[in-house]
């Protein structure tokens, strides 16, 4: 096949070379325009750097418009590349014109070597047939070897005929380095995509990766960059443009390998129908597109672009906006949130929209990594909500396994969907994390689904290892949760919506909240949604103590600064007990049919009551039998635990560090037990 290729391509060039110059420039440039209707893929790509580039000053119809005027040059361009290794020195001297040569004579009067920054604008094969004749010094350029070794030779001995050095990328950069030493010219294409190796900075004010060779030649060899430009002028007419020289000094290859970029996009604006639009410069990386952990990292410049200079360096970059897309439950909302920030913190252009059923929008726009939030309101299609995500998003990161929600962004048409692989629903994502099978006997333990979510953000770049990453998303605390009221305003949430088998006895929560009261004169508040009203009735008659009944009387926004106003909170397994814990309460819960392991409040000081019987953790709705865990948990365990919550926070207001310290051993004395049959178990739980 290889064969087939060059044959193929050396017959259009014996086509095209037995033409004219001018009369192969105008075939190329009908073919050219014939191709923007017929090669799809690259039209669009072409029309989607475009947008990338002169989207926020320039309308569809503009755009258009370069882009079908770059097809006919990129067409007529290809065809006088094939023709130029046929002309004569004159007949090229007579085809281009040169500006901006004289820029170059201190370089060339101190015999010294530079390194000419060239881009993919114009006619740039033309360089290897003009920079010979031009330049009073020995050149060359760095090239990548083509996989077709047969083309590969062919176009070499077109480029090298008139003396023009090629320097191989794979080779390494030694001959390239003394070259440039000894007094020669090297030329570097800068403006295609580098891939993993390159650093990440700003063009046209997007992050593309950017290769630092340029820079790194001219810092090690001391010479000078100098930009140039070709530009298509006319039929088979060109001119051929050098910008000043960049003293390397006192630059680092990555600032240097900045500004190049900042160089080319000034050449690109000059001729912007003359740029190689269908090369895919802002390509996203798989899997890591949060770039955390690439070798050369980012780097984003004081450069400002006419459109945003009023803002700061990384609030110039334009949006890389990413869709998350919202587990429907409130505590697994509140456990994907860590997940949420480390994304966020990914990359200096993030822009984060969370897309979440209506009832917990609150709760992410407390959220302040989140940028924007799209509720799906109650009865919404799945038709309905991929109209308003598409052409929004480069991204959509899914947490929950459905089905429906990978349908959401396939159906949006956005090109990256990450997410796990359940309910079959793998074909919908281009990028799946698959749960690893581990070679070890013994199964592995189980992960919170905290680190479930982290994972998913592990997966895609996002740096984890931070334990900040475990803290609240809407406040974090570098010291002690302290009790802010004298008495203590105390919350209980004796529901659970998932059923019956998570919520202990109502009689001992009354219990509870009558000795608690009788003990610290604390005020209660009941929390609960409209169906929890008869179980909360009874509990608030039977305790008999102050208490302010917020049961299905708050808003999701509402409830967040109830439980803000709260010292600390007892609470069945619930979304609410989440919810606490990332507003920075203290909890106390009380597990019975679920796994602290996998759903234990995130953060520290937190107090887990848990009686482990045979069949627990069973994970049903209701229990089928005697309801022994929750039974086996008494009134007399959760007194103790919220007393000595309190008090551990109150000695930590009265700062006294050795009280304080004779808690934590206390705790975590009472955690190294393993919870077994018949035993009562206090469990602290941090960061889950």
């Known amino acids: 096949m290889d064969r087939v290729a060059w044959w193929a391509f050396r017959a259009l060039a014996a086509l095209v070379r037995a033409l004219s110059l001018e009369s192969g420039f105008r075939l190329g440039h009908t073919l050219g325009g014939v191709a923007y209707y017929l090669a799809g893929p690259y039209r669009r790509l072409a029309l989607h750097n475009l947008r990338i580039a002169f989207g926020r000053e320039k309308t569809e119809a503009e755009i258009a418009v370069i882009a079908r005027e770059h097809f006919r040059n990129l067409g007529a361009n290809l065809f006088s590349s094939l023709k130029l290794p046929t002309l004569s020195q004159a ?51 760095v090239y990548q070897r083509l ?73 090690r060899t001391g010479g000078a960059l100098m930009p140039a430009a070709v530009y298509t002028v006319g039929v088979a007419r060109w001119r051929c443009v050098f910008s000043p020289p960049i003293d390397p000094s006192g630059h680092t290859p990555e600032t240097l390998t900045a500004r190049v970029n900042e160089l080319i996009e000034e050449l690109i604006r000059v001729r912007p129908a003359d740029w190689f639009w269908v090369h895919n410069r802002w390509k996203l990386p798989r899997p890591n597109f949060l770039l955390t952990g690439y070798k050369r990292g980012v780097l984003v410049t004081d450069h400002r672009s006419p459109i945003t200079d009023h803002r700061s360096p990384s609030e110039s970059l334009q949006p890389f906006r990413m869709v ?72 959509a990161i899914i947490f929950p396994n459905s089905l429906r929600t990978a349908l959401e962004p396939w159906l949006a048409g956005i090109p990256r969907r990450v997410g796990f692989p359940g309910h079959r629903r793998a074909w919908l994502l281009n990028q799946v994390l698959r749960e690893k099978k581990s070679k070890k006997a013994q199964p592995a333990a189980p992960l919170h689904q905290t680190d479930h979510y982290l994972a998913l953000a592990r997966y895609i770049g996002a740096d984890v290892s931070a334990p900040s990453d475990h803290r609240s998303p809407i406040t974090d605390h570098d010291s002690p949760i302290t009790i802010h009221h004298s008495p203590p305003i105390l919350g209980v949430c004796p529901g659970a919506e998932y059923g019956p088998a998570k919520r202990w006895l109502p009689e001992r929560f009354a219990d509870v909240m009558r000795t608690v009261h009788e003990r ?47 010292d600390l909170l007892v609470t069945n397994d619930t979304g609410t007990m989440h919810l606490a814990a990332f507003l920075g309460v203290r909890v106390v819960a009380i597990f019975g049919s679920t796994e602290p392991a996998l759903t234990a409040p995130s953060g520290d000081g937190h107090t887990i009551l848990r009686r482990h019987v045979e069949c627990s953790p069973c994970f049903l709705r209701e229990c089928p039998i005697d309801f022994r865990c929750m039974k086996a948990v008494s009134v007399e365990s959760v007194v103790a635990a919220v007393e000595a919550s309190l008090g551990v926070a109150r000695e930590t207001q009265l700062n006294n560090p050795a009280r304080r310290q004779s808690h934590a051993a206390h705790v975590e004395h009472s955690g190294t037990h393993p919870a077994g049959q018949g035993s009562e178990h206090l469990d602290p739980t941090a960061g889950g």
């Open 324 to 395: 998350i897309r919202s587990s429907n439950w409130l505590g697994d909302a509140v456990m994907s949130a860590p997940a949420v920030r480390a994304i966020k913190a990914g990359r200096p252009d993030a822009h984060v929209t969370i897309l979440t059923p209506a009832k917990l929008a609150d709760f992410w726009r407390a959220v302040p990594d989140v940028d924007d939030v799209l509720p799906i309101t109650p009865g919404e299609s799945v038709f309905q909500v991929a109209r308003r995500l598409r052409g929004s998003f480069e991204v």
């Open 147 to 219: 996989g077709n070794h047969f083309l590969d030779a062919e176009i070499r001995r077109d480029r090298a005929r008139l003396g023009f050095e090629l320097f191989e990328r794979k080779e390494g950069f030694t001959r390239a380095a003394r070259f440039i030493r000894e007094g020669g010219a090297v030329g570097v294409l800068a403006d295609q995509h580098a891939g993993d190796a390159g650093l990440w900075c700003p063009f046209f004010d997007r992050l593309a990766s950017t290769s630092t060779l340029a820079a790194t030649l001219a810092m």
């Open 91 to 141: 007949q090229i001297e007579a085809v281009v014109t040169v500006e901006g040569l004289a820029q170059m004579e201190p370089q060339l009067l101190k015999k010294s070597g530079f390194v000419f920054i060239v881009s993919h604008l114009g006619n740039w094969e033309m360089w290897a047939q003009l920079t010979p004749i031009i330049f009073r010094c020995k050149v060359g350029a």
């Open 520 to 566: 610290t004169g604390c005020e209660w508040r009941i929390f609960g949604v409209p169906k929890d009203r008869e179980l909360t009735d009874t509990i608030v008659q039977s305790a008999a103590v102050p208490c302010t009944d917020l049961v299905g009387k708050t808003t999701l926004a509402e409830l967040i600064q109830q439980l803000r106003e709260c």
